[in-house]
């Protein structure tokens, strides 16, 4: 193996794990989640060249993740354009604990709705944001960037990250709830008092 | 006109999505901390979204790789390097 190809090896490595989070909550199924990454591999390959070395290889490879998958978008005749979500309730999940009498009898509420969750219904939870929501969302909650950095990666104003995110966030919890209720993860019942 | 010494609920509660998002700048952040130091119905729901936060964030970050998914990269970078000898 060369330099070059060890050295990209050694990049790749420890961000297989967030550009297959990152792709899970785009690509809707896991099928599609590593042919994005396996494209984004081969492209990185061929272009390492333009890789700036010390630069950030993380936020490098997931901007080919996400190319790749916008351009599925557009060869599916797709327009990446977000379908409005409408205002989605606030505190959502909060509400439910209130419902479920978590709120003051337990020292963690939302653990104790959300503590059964797993990855796979939280990527299926984003995946299911429309576009636009879906890319934005991933991109906070899978890489925790600010809303300039998501900006400026996607190209849309700093106004609609935060308003996007806003709403994604809100929409999400619905989300969860229902992916998680479906999967028999979270109680739907006020527990039985304890004898 | 003035700025506000101190928020009241709904202003706070107006600004939790920043706050959560670390996007504030120091002065509205310094409010909202101060509103949450003295009002435990909004500390509970800021904690409660902090927490959906962090599980959100802590599943992803824990996501495993499938082992199709290492070998199909694996198999990527083999192919790449084959044609460009």
Known sequence: MDGAAGRLDELLDPVLAPAYAFALSLARNQADAEDLVQEAALLA???FATYEQG????????????NVFRGRLRTARRRPVPVELGDAPELFLYGKAAELGLLGSHPDPAAAILGRIDGETVTAAIA???????????LAFVEELSYPEIAAMLGIPVGTVRSRLHRARHRLQQLLWSHAVERGLVATAVPEPTA | MSRPDRYTCEETFRRLDDYLDRALGSAERALVEAHLATCEACASEYRFERGV???????LAHLEVPASLKEKVRRALDSAREGER
């Open chain 1, 45 to 47: 390959t061929r272009h």
């Open chain 2, 53 to 59: 936060l962090d599980t959100v964030r802590d599943r």
């Open chain 1, 55 to 66: 630069s950030n290889f993380r936020s490098w490879f997931l901007r080919i993740v996400l």
């Open chain 1, 128 to 138: 299911a944001l429309p576009e636009g929501y879906r890319e934005v969302a991933a």
